[in-house]
Nanobody
Framework: VQLQASGGGLVQAGGSLRLSCAASGRTFRTYTVGWFRQAPGKEREFVAAINWIGGSNYADSVKGRFTISRDNAKNTGYLQMNNLKAEDTAVYYC???????????????WGQGTLVTVSS
């Protein structure tokens, strides 16, 4: 599976962005999709995940502000980010694999990152 993340950019605090993760392959609908981020000088951290049976999980720091979703017909996962804060500034990565586990973990497949910059 190849993943292509997009949708990053510069946004003011309080604004919104939607990230997309386009996947190759016809088995995307049976994959769990995870989003991670890495801020400058910090380790990569879990943001959200969604599996193919309808389960989802979020980091505490984004609960109530971010929504993860997927469109299997388009082989694409999404991360809607609302009420963005300066501390959300990071490179965001999408990932995927067949495990149903929604906990923060290492995934088999990773896309390149997309930069999100939130100005305060």
């Amino acid at each position: 599976v190849q993943l292509q993340a997009s949708g990053g950019g510069l946004v003011q605090a309080g604004g919104s962005l939607r990230l997309s993760c386009a996947a190759s392959g016809r088995t995307f609908r049976t994959y769990t999709v995870g989003w991670f981020r890495q801020a400058p000088g910090k380790e990569r951290e879990f943001v959200a995940a969604i599996n193919w049976i309808g389960g989802s999980n979020y980091a505490d720091s984004v609960k109530g502000r971010f929504t993860i979703s997927r469109d299997n017909a388009k082989n694409t996962g999404y991360l809607q980010m609302n009420n963005l804060k300066a501390e959300d500034t990071a490179v965001y990565y999408c990932s995927a694999d067949r495990s149903l586990d929604l906990r923060p973990r290492v995934y088999d497949y990773w896309g390149q990152g997309t930069l999100v910059t939130v100005s305060s």
